[in-house]
């Protein structure tokens, strides 16, 4: 069955750019998404098609895919950004989920 | 504004089964699928499956295939999502969230947390 990994945790200080992979295979040939999720709370699409964002995300939050890493870069991070974040695609007709990464901003 | 408003929380003996409901507002009902998807304490994400309104059809992880169904109500533009066959490991909050045209999950529900205890 299909997989998408990304790091359990990443740690970025205020201000600075985080990074957050999703490897999995040709996952460049399928669309990725991102939702951010926080305690308590359901999860919020934050980037779809790749690189799209909803209306209401913020421009700090973009995407990238290619190869096999989809990767979502929130620049300038802020506290309230402090979440756990969870890239999505479909694989023949069924959604696969990574594990999700619990981003620490300190 | 579209809103998918879950049912309240269950308490389920072993063995027994759990149906939670999906009222959707704000938005033509018919035009998108809705998926479910559950998440442990503590735990990541873990999608069960889809439905279409529209026609009702349905496709399920393999891993809740014969022990999960998924419906619908046209008339009160509501979902549902029966597990059967209830274990402590299915304690869990429930999710249902609508699928854009590109599969991504722009609405989700409040979730439904179903706990499973003798």
């Known amino acids: 069955s299909y997989e998408l990994t990304q790091p359990p945790s990443v740690s970025v200080s205020p201000g600075q750019t985080a990074s957050i992979t999703c490897s999995g295979d040709?996952?460049?040939?399928?669309?990725a998404c991102w939702y951010q999720q926080k305690p308590g709370q359901s999860p919020v699409l934050v980037i779809y098609q790749d690189a799209k964002r909803p209306s209401g995300i913020p421009e700090r939050f973009s995407g990238s895919n290619s190869g096999n890493t989809a990767t979502l870069t929130i620049s300038g991070t802020q506290a309230m950004d402090e979440a756990d974040y969870y890239c999505?695609?479909?694989?023949?007709?069924?959604?696969?989920f990574g594990g999700g990464t619990k981003l620490t901003v300190l | 504004q579209v809103q998918l408003v879950q049912s309240g929380a269950e308490v389920k003996k072993p063995g027994a089964s759990v149906k939670v409901s999906c009222k959707a507002s704000?938005?033509?009902?018919?035009?998108?699928?809705i998926n479910w998807v559950r998440q442990a304490t503590g735990q990541g994400l873990e999608w069960m499956g889809w439905m279409k309104p529209n026609s009702g059809n349905t496709g399920y992880a393999q891993k809740f295939q014969g022990r999960v169904t998924m419906t619908r109500d046209t008339s009160i533009t509501t979902a549902y999502m029966e597990l059967s066959s209830l274990t402590s490991e299915d304690t869990a909050v429930y999710y249902c969230?609508?699928?854009?045209?590109?599969?991504?999950?722009?609405?989700w529900g409040q979730g439904t947390l179903v706990t499973v205890s003798s």
């Open positions: 969230a609508r699928a854009g045209t590109d599969g991504d999950f722009g609405r």
């Open positions: 704000g938005y033509t009902f018919t035009s998108y699928d």
């Open positions: 040709k996952l460049g040939d399928k669309y």
């Open positions: 999505q695609a479909w694989d023949r007709s069924t959604v696969v």
